[in-house]
């Protein structure tokens, strides 16, 4: 069964802290994204990856960083750098560059307390 | 890429036709219109996209005027599983970003 899987779902941390989330395709796509999205709001970019070992910034990386060791996976880490972590995050991927059709996951719901 | 323009609410009967517009009066020629929907706490979904010509699939049928400054989503026969926040974007091939507006909160009613 293809797809993007991001986990957990629901997460909650400390404030200061920081925190990984999720993603993995399994789709075979080459590029990979971050988003956020806050209440009432659209998508914004964090980061984006083309290609394994590769990644660019997004509009609002501040805060946030991210690896791309694999081409299924490509892990978000928020920092304690980021004044307002708590949003829902979502992750995509797109199988090759003349493709728009981005898929998206389920996200994960980040809280900071 | 051109910026979009789209109701921010619309209204549909269960049954009927769900007809959801879109401005993009600065698009240019090799910019492609691409609609995708977001159901609550979910990811969002493609639904369907097109240069100029009129395109169809099993989710959706996409109108683009001759002109190309707007286009219309249409939804044959609603139902309420098709609540969703609708965006429409207007990108080159293989631009990398997707830029989300606030899109059109569609809501099917029983």
């Known amino acids: 069964d293809g797809g993007i899987t991001q986990s957990p779902k629901y997460l909650f941390r400390k404030e200061g802290q920081n925190v990984t989330l999720s993603c993995e395709q399994n789709l075979n796509h080459d590029a990979m994204y971050w988003y956020r999205q806050d209440p009432g709001q659209g998508l914004r970019l964090i980061y984006y990856s083309q290609i394994v070992n590769d990644f660019q910034k997004g509009d609002i990386a501040e805060g946030y960083s991210v690896s791309r060791e694999k081409k299924e996976s490509f892990p978000l880490t928020v920092t304690s750098a980021q004044k307002n972590p708590t949003a829902f995050y979502l992750c995509a991927s797109r199988p090759g560059t003349l493709h728009n059709e981005q898929f998206f996951g389920p996200g994960t719901r980040l809280t900071v307390l | 890429d051109a910026k979009t323009t789209q109701p921010p609410s619309m209204d549909c009967a269960e049954g009927r036709a769900a007809n959801l517009p879109c401005n993009h009066s600065?698009?240019?020629?090799?910019?492609?219109v691409y609609w995708y929907r977001q159901i609550h706490s979910q990811g969002p979904q493609y639904i369907i996209h097109g240069l100029k010509n009129n395109e169809t699939n099993e989710m959706a049928s996409l109108i683009i005027t001759e002109d190309r400054k707007s286009s219309t989503l249409i939804l044959p026969h609603a139902t309420l599983r098709d609540t969703a926040v609708y965006y429409c974007?207007?990108?080159?091939?293989?631009?990398?970003?997707?830029?989300f507006g606030q899109g059109t909160r569609l809501t099917i009613n029983p």
């Open positions: 974007i207007a990108l080159f091939q293989g631009a990398q970003k997707l830029v």
């Open positions: 600065t698009i240019s020629g090799n910019e492609y």
